[in-house]
């Protein structure tokens, strides 16, 4: 009996540790197999639900509109009026429109929003550019375990 409790306990011992090791060594389960990289438009490969840690940066993330082909909408069809526009031609009522629909997408959802703008033919105004840059920079970071 003595012995059947010792081999239990080396056996769940072992159990605990390889669970240890195997969580120690998964990625983060947001999908983020990233490695350092600043926030960057850089990219290869196609768009994928979970990243497979085989590229510098997980594909859909990339900011690049080469990367998936497919326009999706993300509630923002009224911005397809701006089509065309220059990033130094918008008004501050314009700005604040893309500004409201990039504040309100979920982290994950920002990287395909900018390849749909892409795709559509809108530059971004420069402010909101400059802001949807460090709002994916600052969520690589955070997937990477990083500190700001």
Known sequence: MIAALIILGALVATGAVLWMLDRRHRPEETGGAE???????????????????MHITCERDSLLAAVSREIEYYDDEELDIYRGTTPDAYSAEAEEEFREVLLTL????IAGWARSIQLRG????????????????????RRNGQSA
């Open 35 to 53: 490695r350092n990289e600043a926030p960057t438009e850089e990219s290869d490969g196609a768009d994928e639900e979970q990243c497979c840690g």
């Open 122 to 141: 809108i530059e971004l105004p420069e402010a909101v550019r400059d802001e949807l840059l460090m709002i994916v920079g600052e969520e690589r970071m």
């Open 106 to 109: 979920r982290p994950d959802d």
